[in-house]
């Protein structure tokens, strides 16, 4: 627990997002309000460790006496409230960035799963969140950047665990997805998906 409070500034984690869910509890099924990125909350505690996609919760107090959770990437978090502007105000400057945000290449979601590529040192890692079972198909998995790509600009990181090859893919700016092969075999395992709510040094 925080003592003192610290306070934090709802931000969005993709460019077409101007809200931020709230939510009962650290998990992204629990149920939730929505409040406008830029909104101030108040920061009480922090889960101890992260999520099976890597990211921390942040516990926080909203309209007053209202408290829910939010993840680590929808919120600026600062030591001290800010301070009243002066009559002269001067530029505040710009937050600094939660380390893990720098450390995310390619963030995206799909129907059925959550993808995070992240680099720790000179090496590359894959964790992927199966929402539909909530468990973790990829913790820490090393993942390999495909040299080259085709005409349309696509980039692709590559995981392999049981069997099975995981395709994170991008366009920069522009359309994720994900494919599940037999690594073996290059057989689909499952459809396609399309990914959504992207973001990352490698998409931006």
């Known amino acids: 627990m925080f003592n003192p409070a610290k306070v934090g500034q709802l931000k969005s984690n993709a460019p077409d997002v101007d809200t931020v869910r709230i939510r009962t509890s650290p998990d992204l099924t629990s149920d939730f309000v929505s409040k406008p990125v830029g909104t101030r909350v108040m920061v009480t505690d922090q889960t101890l460790g992260a999520d099976p996609a890597g990211f921390y919760w942040y516990r926080v107090t909203f309209d007053g006496t209202k408290d829910g959770w939010v993840r680590d990437d929808v919120i600026d978090v600062s030591t001290n409230p800010t301070p009243s502007p002066s009559p002269t105000p001067t530029p505040t400057p710009s937050p600094t960035p939660n380390p893990i945000d720098a450390r995310t290449r390619l963030f995206f979601e799909t129907d059925t799963r959550q993808v995070r590529v992240f680099e720790e040192g000179v090496s590359v890692f894959m964790n992927i969140y199966n ?48 494919k599940i092969t037999n690594s073996s075999t290059g057989l689909d395992v499952e459809p396609i998906e399309s990914g959504f709510k992207a973001w990352g040094t490698e998409y931006q």
């Open 131 to 178: 929402k539909k079972t909530a468990s973790t198909e990829l913790n820490h998995v090393f993942a390999t950047k495909l040299s080259g790509g085709d005409s349309r600009g696509w980039e692709n990181y590559l995981s392999t665990k049981d069997g099975r090859a995981y395709q994170a893919s991008m366009i920069q700016r522009g359309t994720t997805q994900l």
